[in-house]
């Protein structure tokens, strides 16, 4: 984990800004880690980052817009120098993914010096020290437990989490069905998104999601209900590739939204002893999530990726990848040679 002496520097360029801006990450551990911040702050705006994990030359122009006097970025893997660059503000980066060096960057990571993994969102409750629910959602959507679970049960009975396993309490808890949720209201087009992240800044609490008790509430249940539908066919369509083999492994169009994180975790949880590579066909590549029980697959997706066009990381035991389609074949049979 990060040191108090962090939190409280976090806390302090928090504080310090009166229009700040937040790039964050397309999944419930990056939304999970800007409601924390937007809610504690109740200034701001916020950019979900969609399509690959990292911040390019192009979203400076969103920086050129807003006009910020700081940015911060929240569960992005990857930000570019080209884009620091071009930014004349502050910017204060935390994240839990490879650690980077940046110049002009106040860089928070607890995998600097070897230190323990923690999700973004976790981070960010341990700064702003409000809204323990979403940061358990954020924390639990990221395939891992909670060091506040207990201070969670406490303030949420009824929202318990017994001691179980990561994945467990991703696929058979209420909190893990509102991660789930969450991934599903970041699909779609980026304004029906937004207004859903929108929406999520007012809600109270948990259960008020879950029973969509309000009229907020109903429309994020109605929103994501018709996402989850697409979603259910293709975990049906991809079970059907769980065979013998050691690897699982499913492709499917871009006339679909991306799911690909989401189908890699839960046929993981479903099929634990296989390497789990799910990928979606777009514009010539190959975009995949890739996951492992059984050994860290980080370091040989960095082998597999040698003589093939493409690029990838995270972490240890779950990564995202890009490949040349005409590459996908030599890909795989490198990752097979690295882990078999």
């Not at 551990?29 to 916020?46: I, T, V």
């Not at 940015?71 to 839990?96: G, T």
Request: hydrophobic share 35%; aromatic share 12%.
């Amino acid at each position: 984990m990060l040191t108090e002496k962090d939190y409280k520097k976090i806390k302090q360029e928090l504080d310090e800004c009166s229009r700040p801006l937040f790039f964050f990450d397309d999944d419930p551990d990056g939304l999970c880690s800007f409601l924390l911040f937007y809610r504690y702050k109740k200034e701001g705006q916020g950019i979900c980052v969609k399509s690959v994990p990292k911040l390019d030359a192009k979203f400076a122009r969103k920086v050129e817009e807003y006009k910020p006097d700081k940015v911060f970025i929240l569960d992005v893997a990857v930000v570019l120098e080209e884009f620091v660059e071009k930014i004349d503000v502050p910017i204060v980066w935390v994240d839990h993914h490879q650690p980077l060096d940046l110049p002009k960057v106040h860089y928070f990571n607890p995998r600097v010096n070897n230190g323990a993994h923690h999700p973004t969102s976790s981070i960010c409750y341990h700064v702003v020290k409000q809204d323990i629910w979403l940061a358990t959602i954020g924390t639990v959507g990221d395939w891992f437990t909670p060091d506040f679970l207990d201070e969670f049960n406490g303030q949420y009975p009824t929202f318990k989490i017994g001691k179980m396993d990561p994945g467990k309490a991703l696929f058979s808890t209420a909190i893990g069905r509102l991660a789930r949720v969450f991934s599903y209201l970041l699909k779609g087009d980026i304004k029906d998104v937004m207004t859903s992240i929108k929406v999520l800044t007012r809600i109270s609490g948990p259960q008020e999601i879950l029973d969509a008790e309000t009229p907020q509430a109903e429309f994020l249940k109605k929103r994501y209900e018709k996402i989850e539908e697409k979603y259910e066919e293709l975990l049906k369509e991809a079970k059907k590739n769980a065979t013998k083999d050691a690897f699982l492994i499913f492709l499917y169009p871009s006339d679909q939204w991306s799911f690909t994180s989401e189908l890699s975790n839960e046929l993981l949880f479903h099929y634990p002893k296989k390497y789990i590579i799910i990928g979606r066909e777009k514009d010539g590549e190959i975009r995949m999530s890739l996951r492992s029980a059984k050994k860290p697959i980080l370091p040989a997706l960095e082998k597999a990726l040698l003589g093939v066009e493409g690029y990838g990381g995270g972490h240890e035991m779950a990564c995202g990848a890009c490949v040349k389609r005409t590459d996908f074949e030599r890909f795989v049979e490198n990752l097979r040679r690295e882990l078999l």
